[in-house]
């Protein structure tokens, strides 16, 4: 199997001393988007951050913008429980440990299908992204985190507002985020007695290429077509930094940030 990692930055004293405070990462979806502005954010702040997405080659445009950061690009498909078995490896031998996952990689799926026509393989490939490969990486983080010195971590799932509310034609969408609700609680339950800490941030319009669309116009529940107003990524990023710097003794279980006048509460 081909090496999938790939060395970006230099390597520091700040990465080899021993550490009491959280500073080393998995970001997934780190090439584009919510992850990229996440890692970024994290790099700036001082952490190393393990970069995971299916293309080497965006994950390196993202360690490029943080040139004195400490970062590792490492290819991923998080619904291969081997790449992620790889991930974490790749991880923990070039930095020691992982005190934080941030659990971003997901997929829409095709939009504006109904559930009548929404095929099977499109509903099966949603779950596998959104909802199993954030179960594979967070049960790797576990594993990890519960046997290092010291031990604990903290692991941050990336919900959204369809976690709470779903949007027209999003079956698949939105009961993998609900699931991921689920997740986190019986993550975050599960994680007490090994100093493991699980949050879940719930996310509406951030602007990013994803999101794109909705300025000029999304589906509403009533049926009509609306731009929708969106919010500065790097406002999601600084939430998930201040989420990921608590000590493990403080948690913030679950966070909901939003452009303001957004639809939300019943998408109106």
């Not at 390597?11 to 992850?35: F, K, L, Y």
């Not at 502005?37 to 943080?66: K, P």
């Not at 493991?196 to 990013?208: H, K, P, R, S, Y």
């Amino acid at each position: 199997m081909a090496d999938r990692r790939v060395a970006c930055g230099p390597m520091n004293d700040r990465q080899t001393e021993t550490r009491t405070d959280p500073r080393i990462a998995v970001v997934t979806g780190a090439g584009s988007g919510i992850g990229r502005a996440v890692a970024v954010e994290l790099l700036r702040a001082g952490w190393s951050v393990a970069l995971a997405g299916r293309r080497v080659e965006t994950l390196e445009e993202t360690a490029a913008l943080v040139p004195e950061g400490a970062a590792l690009a490492v290819r991923t498909d998080v619904s291969h429980q081997e790449d992620v078995a790889a991930l974490f490896t790749a991880t923990v031998e070039r930095f020691g440990r992982v005190d934080l996952l941030f659990n971003n990689a997901g997929t829409f799926g095709p939009g504006g299908v109904p559930v009548e026509e929404l095929p099977y393989d499109a509903w099966r490939h949603v779950v596998d992204t959104n909802l199993n490969g954030a179960f594979l990486c967070a049960q790797a983080a576990y594993r990890q985190m519960k046997e290092q010195d010291p031990r604990g971590g903290r692991i941050i799932n990336n919900g959204s507002i369809s976690a709470h509310t779903p949007r027209p034609h999003s079956v698949a969408y939105t009961a993998t985020k609900h699931a991921l609700t689920g997740l986190t609680k019986a993550l975050s339950l599960d994680g007490r007695p090994y100093d493991i800490a699980v949050g879940q941030i719930d996310i509406g319009n951030a602007a990013t290429d994803m999101t794109e669309r909705m300025q000029t116009g999304a589906l509403q529940a009533n049926g009509t077509v609306a731009p929708e107003p969106v919010m500065d990524v790097a406002d999601v990023a600084r939430t998930v930094r201040h989420m990921a710097e608590l000590p493990l003794q403080a948690n913030v279980q679950f966070a909901t940030v939003l452009a303001t006048a957004m639809p939300y509460v019943g998408r109106g």
